[in-house]
Every structure is written in structure tokens, then in C-alpha cells.
């Protein structure tokens, strides 16, 4: 163990705001929400701090979906695949807003996976763990159903299944929304400086990087969801060294032009075993990806796609779709680095999705349970397991209480989004359908808090465009963490690719001068 150096004159030149709190969660994406929002429900105090935005990173990049990982099955990740199909169920009924079901279309390509192969793998997928709302596999023959009038000649048979899609940042938000209404102090912005031990505290000095102003946080345990950034958190900000290590795989999308009509996604199989999802985005557009590239090092920035990613998914693309795209008529591209456990596979698409905790207590010390590896859809059973490992350190922990639990804004009746979308609409008759529609999906039932009595879209004040207005901007601000034009076109409302290309400068002009008029009545 190491003991990383203090910055010379840091004591005096911090005016410490001390809090004493049972835990300190470092990261702010999907595990370290869903941490904090199932330890202030099982009653520990409880402080989150993330450098960036919420889901800033990795947890925003994602493929977008609730799913059991049926290519998993292939590596012999039984026990991930179950957990993950139960967790499908439990967080569509919890959130039934930002996740909803999908059917995914598998083309059958000879010479990549024996038809039996994959046939033996979705029986696995429909039977694994109970189904209550989605529907089971069925094959279907491309030359006769529609389906197959956007593929090339050549592909014959598909096989149907379900999964869902899910709004990924959105998912973090409502975490850290839900942590927070039961108590939980949420602190975006704000970085871990360095952390030591003092017998059974940690002392933590926290910084907040847009106004640099110093807190210090002493905690009973610090939580490291850190993501592609544990190790770093272990080595530089705590000084310790761990025999676990993380696998840093970057993922990236490309957002294309539609290339099929239709609600159903394509799940595609490329000759390199590899799988990759074309699926539709947002009514214009669809959605492919994901590549897998193995990477040594994560920058503090975000990470982007490379010219030969953008090639290979659009080669996929080509291979499959009569629709053919070239680099040219990319979109949007996005990317993240998955924090995977290193289990030693060579192959990076091979690495498990599983997580693995590294607890260490520095022999009755100050505890610090990091956390390697995990996907979104495990994220809350993740979060039940890592409070089940800090049972011993806090005796009187309630019980784990999230498998039946909602999340803000999914408290709608029978989990019946249909038909609280039709209230919605009786309710703001004034808002256009596909306004409706989309605020419907982001917030729920929290709708009636953001939208209460206005009476005309005049009431909603501002349009920054596609029907984002400056209520909507300013419940995010307020409700949501949202601090930025990027946190709330690309991260809360999703909004960037249909607003006008000066919307962004108009948001951050409205929240720079919204800042400062608080500040004045302050």
C-alpha cells in the first residue's frame, strides 16, 4: 500500500465544510445511483459526488437497451444472462416511461452459427427466467413477411424475440432523483481531490470544478463506482492497490438516417462472430452499433469514434440492408468505455459483462468497496448485492426494499403507459401530440409537477425549439441536476439531433442569466 502525497499548503488553503456520513459513493453513472438510492432507503446517510454530469460518461453511451445479453449465452454466462432476464421484468415494471418492450428481428446467415445453435440459445433466452409481459421467440420466413423487404436478397429465415429499450440517462437521473427525495446528498460537479484513512473514517476532500470551492467529507465507507475511472480512483485519490483490475473496452454508435420502416430493431450477425444492433431512433433515424475496441488508458474527456469504427459499422450495415450508408451519411456518433473485469479473455468482445466487488478494509480500517465490471440492466440487483457486502459494517441496515419499488415518474396504474398517455392528452389538451408523447415518456407521471396548471404552450414560456421550453428547462435545472445546454439536449431530454443549430447557445445563455438572477435574490 502506498500513501499518496498531499498537495503542499492544501490544509490552509481549504476552508473545510466537514459532513459525516455512512457512505461515500465516488461516480455518478447507473451504479453509483442505484447504490445511493438503495442505501438512503435502507437508512445510511449518504453522499454522492461526481465530477461531471449524471451519466456522464459511460452510463449515457450505451446501446440503450434492458436485455438479458443473448450473445452471452454463447460464453457461458448463465448466471448473468438469468439475473439480467429477471431484472428485464422488474425494471419495466418500475419504470414503464423510459423503458418499453421491443422485438428484435435475427436474420439467419449460413456459415456464421448453425440455425440449431441459435434456435437452442433463444429457447434459453424465453425460458431462463419467467416472462409476464414480453412476448416469446417465433420464426418467421423474410420472403413473405415485411420484415425482410429491407434486406438484401439472400436472407430467408429470421427468429423474433423480445427485449426492451430504455432511456439510459434518463435511468440515472431518476436514481439520483429518487436518492435524493429519500434523503440522499447528490453533488454533481464536484471531483474527489484525495482520500486517507483516520482509524474507521475516511477523510475525503471533494472539490467543486466550477467554482473550485473545498469540502471535506469524512464517511464510514467509501463506495468506488467509479467506472472506467475505478482504478484511477484506487491508485491516485486513495493510494491503494488492489490484486483486480479493469478491462477498458470502448463502444461506439453511429446514428444514420432511417434505414427501415417499422418499430421492430435488427439484431446483426457480422462474419467476425461479433453481433451489432441496428435499431430505430427517434422516428428519423437508426440506431447502430456497438463496437468493441480494447483500450490502455481512459481520458478526462470524452472518447470518440475512429474512422475505421464508422467503416466497419457501416459495413455491417451494407451487408445486410438493401439501404446502403457510407461514412458521409453519419449523423451523430457516440462512444463509451465499458469498465470491464479483467477474467483474462483476449478476445474483448469475450470479457464478462459480470461485476466482481473488491472490498478491502485495510485490516479493520476504513472500508472501500469498489466496483468492477457490471451492464444497466443488472444495475439495481448490482446495487442490492453491494449493500448486502456492508451488512457487517452497519448492523442495523434495513432490509433491501427496491425489487418492487417505482421510480420517479412509473407510479402510473398497471404500469399502463397507454393509457396514461391518454390522460396526458385530456389533461394539456393544448400540447401537440408528439410533445406530449415525448414528456410522457421522460417524466411520467412527474408530469403534472412540471407541466401543473399552464393552459397553452405561451404558458411554458421559451421554445428553444422541438418543443423544448424554458419549463421544461428550468424542472431540469432544478429537479434533475442539469447544469448545461450538453446535460439537457443530449443527456435529459434527447432533444439534440431536432433542435436548431443555435438552440445550445440560446439554453446556455438562458441558464447563465438564470444563475445569476438567483444568485442577486440570494
Known amino acids: ?17 466537514t459532513t459525516v456520513t455512512d457512505l461515500l459513493i465516488v461516480g455518478g453513472g447507473i451504479n453509483g445511483a442505484g447504490i445511493a438510492r438503495d442505501a438512503v432507503g435502507r437508512g445510511l446517510s449518504v453522499v454522492l459526488c461526481e465530477q461531471g454530469d449524471l451519466a456522464g460518461y459511460t452510463s449515457s453511451a450505451s446501446t440503450k437497451l434492458i436485455h438479458g445479453g443473448l450473445r452471452y449465452l454463447e460464453y457461458y454466462e448463465f448466471r448473468l444472462v438469468r439475473e439480467a432476464l429477471f431484472e428485464r421484468e422488474r425494471l419495466l415494471e418500475s419504470a414503464p416511461h423510459i423503458i418499453w418492450p ?24 424465453d425460458h431462463l427466467a419467467p416472462r409476464k409481459r414480453l ?17 438484401k436478397p439472400g436472407f430467408d429465415t429470421a427468429f423474433v424475440y423480445s427485449d426492451c429499450w430504455v432511456e439510459d440517462s434518463r435511468m440515472v437521473a431518476l436514481n439520483a432523483l429518487d436518492a435524493s427525495e429519500r434523503g440522499a446528498d447528490i453533488r454533481v460537479r464536484t471531483k474527489l481531490v484525495s482520500a486517507r484513512r483516520e482509524g474507521d473514517l475516511w477523510v475525503a476532500s471533494l472539490q467543486n470544478v466550477e467554482t473550485g470551492e473545498p469540502t471535506e467529507v469524512r464517511a464510514r465507507v467509501m463506495v468506488n463506482a467509479g467506472g472506467p475511472f475505478v482504478a484511477d480512483v484506487l491508485n491516485t485519490k486513495l493510494g491503494l492497490n488492489t490484486q ?25 450477425q457480422n462474419t467476425d462472430k461479433r453481433i451489432v444492433f441496428a435499431i430505430p431512433y427517434q422516428g428519423k433515424f437508426t440506431l447502430v452499433g456497438t463496437t468493441d475496441i480494447p483500450v490502455e488508458s481512459v481520458p478526462d474527456k470524452k472518447v470518440t469514434i475512429s474512422d475505421s469504427e464508422i467503416q466497419y459499422l457501416c459495413n455491417v450495415v451494407n451487408h ?41 478494509d485495510g485490516q479493520g480500517q476504513a472500508p472501500v468497496l469498489s466496483i468492477f465490471g457490471g451492464k444497466i440492466t443488472t444495475f439495481r440487483k448490482l446495487a442490492e448485492h453491494a449493500l448486502d457486502e456492508l451488512k457487517a459494517y452497519f448492523p442495523a441496515m434495513k432490509p433491501s426494499w427496491t425489487e418492487r419499488a417505482k421510480l420517479p ?7 399502463d403507459f397507454d393509457r396514461f398517455f391518454a390522460n396526458v392528452k385530456t389533461r394539456w389538451s393544448f400540447l ?24 397553452s404552450m405561451a404558458d411554458l414560456g421559451e421554445d428553444f425549439g422541438a418543443g423544448l421550453t424554458a419549463t421544461e428547462v428550468d424542472y431540469l435545472v432544478r429537479r434533475e441536476w442539469a447544469r448545461s445546454a450538453e446535460d439537457i439536449l443530449w443527456r435529459r431530454s434527447k432533444l439534440g439531433l431536432h433542435v436548431p443549430a443555435d438552440a445550445a447557445q440560446k439554453i446556455d445563455t438562458y441558464l447563465s442569466k438564470r444563475k445569476a438572477t438567483s444568485v442577486a435574490a440570494q
Not at 428484435?104 to 433466452?125: D, M, N, Q, T
Not at 483486480?244 to 446483426?268: E, T
Open 409 to 415: 415518474g412509473g407510479d402510473m396504474p398497471d404500469a
Open 135 to 151: 412476448p416469446g421467440t417465433e420464426t418467421i420466413h423474410l420472403t413473405r413477411h415485411p420484415a425482410g423487404q429491407a434486406l
Open 1 to 17: 500500500m502506498c500513501r499518496v502525497p498531499e498537495e503542499p499548503g492544501l490544509k490552509e488553503r481549504l476552508s473545510f465544510v
Open 432 to 455: 401537440p401530440d408528439a410533445l406530449a408523447y415525448r414528456l410522457s415518456r421522460a417524466y411520467g407521471t412527474r408530469l403534472e409537477e412540471l407541466l401543473g396548471s399552464a393552459a
Open 320 to 360: 445486410h440492408f438493401k439501404h446502403q450508408v457510407t461514412p458521409a451519411d453519419v449523423v451523430w456518433t457516440y462512444s463509451g468505455v465499458r469498465p470491464l473485469f479483467d477474467d483474462g479473455s483476449t478476445n474483448a468482445s469475450a470479457v464478462t459483462r459480470d461485476y466482481v466487488f473488491d472490498l478491502e
Open 244 to 268: 483486480k483490475s479493469v478491462r477498458l473496452v470502448k463502444g461506439s454508435h453511429i446514428v444514420v438516417p432511417k434505414l427501415f420502416d417499422g418499430d421492430k430493431a435488427f439484431i446483426l
Open 102 to 125: 421491443l422485438r428484435f428481428i435475427l436474420p439467419h446467415e449460413k456459415g456464421i452459427r448453425p440455425a440449431w445453435f441459435v434456435r437452442l440459445g433463444l429457447f434459453l433466452y
